[in-house]
C-alpha cells in the first residue's frame, strides 16, 4: 500500500512539472502575441492621431488649404510609421 501510495506522489509530481511548462510555453506564446499587438497598436497611434486632428470641422489648420497638404500630411504619416516599423525591428519587436 506504501508503494502505490508512493507510486501516485511520484506520478501526481510528474503530471505537476509537465502542467507547469505547458502553461509557461503558453504565457511565452501569448506575450509574443501582446508584443506584436503592442507594436501594430504604438505604429497606428501618429496616423490616427493625424487624421483625427485633420478629421475635426475647424477653418485654420495647418495645410488645409494648401494644394498640397493632402499629400504632405500623408507623407507625415507614412514617414512616422516607417520610422516606427525600422525602430521596432532593429530592437527585436517585430
Do not use: C, Q
Amino acid at each position: 500500500m506504501l508503494r502505490a501510495i508512493e507510486f501516485t506522489e511520484s506520478y501526481r509530481d510528474i503530471l505537476t512539472g509537465i502542467l507547469e511548462v505547458h502553461l509557461t510555453a503558453a504565457a511565452n506564446r501569448t506575450n509574443d502575441i501582446v508584443k506584436v499587438m503592442t507594436a501594430i497598436a504604438t505604429v497606428t497611434l501618429p496616423v490616427l492621431l493625424i487624421t483625427g486632428y485633420y478629421g475635426m470641422n475647424f477653418e485654420h489648420l495647418p495645410l488645409l488649404h494648401h494644394p498640397y497638404g493632402g499629400y504632405i500630411a500623408t507623407g507625415i504619416m507614412s514617414v512616422l510609421a516607417a520610422a516606427m516599423l525600422v525602430i521596432f525591428m532593429r530592437i527585436g519587436w517585430y
